[in-house]
């Protein structure tokens, strides 16, 4: 009879995947899903026994969750970047605070874009009040056109500059909002169906058995 070997090394790891419900408080998310991908990475130790060898994972290492997006843009962008968010739950078996509660980019961007509408306002009102002033002289110095020239240049730095780019960030975001809650909706729908599938089979191999 063959003695049975343990092996270890710090290099042995074990990986895995599972998938989870839930709503929890997901790092980077814009959409709170109902499924969540868990990924788990463990110390590892094979045994050899009876001509075969088998592995099985220890203590944990690290644990992180990723919401169905998340996950989808992880294994189909390699190689860019730094990798995509994910939300750390344990590091050596201790569990992680859960992130804080922020505003999401597309709120952030149009409190910015808020914000900017109020400086245009005041800038408009400041050139309207230099009209006013204009129009009421007899007649207009050089300095008070390049005044109203410098205010005007102004105005239309801010449009052409900060205006775009803001509503062009926050078609952006929204578009990524509406593509994050399409792969979760996405998730949501195969996994309940796949659930439903297993059910039906596993009634269906009842009434087999029964029927023999």
Sequence with gaps: ???????????YGMVGFNRCS??????????TPQNFVSLTIREAEVTHNLGREWHYGGKEIV???LSASQFSE?????????????????IQGKRCEDPPKVKSETIKTFDSFKEDLE????????I??????LSKKKSISKSDIYSLKDKMHRLNLFIESNASFILESFHENTQKVVQNAKTEIDDFI????TKTGLKELQKMNEVKVLEE
């Design 63 to 65: 644990k992180v969750w």
């Design 128 to 133: 309207n009040s230099k009209l006013e002033v």
């Design 119 to 126: 400086k245009f306002k005041e800038q408009t009102k400041e």
């Design 190 to 193: 195969v996994s309940a169906v």
């Design 22 to 31: 839930g709503s929890p408080d997901l790092f980077a998310t814009t959409v």
């Design 74 to 90: 992880l294994i189909t962008t390699m190689n860019i970047g730094n990798g995509v968010p994910c939300t750390i739950k344990h």
């Design 1 to 11: 009879m063959s003695k049975e070997e343990k092996d270890k090394h710090e290099s």
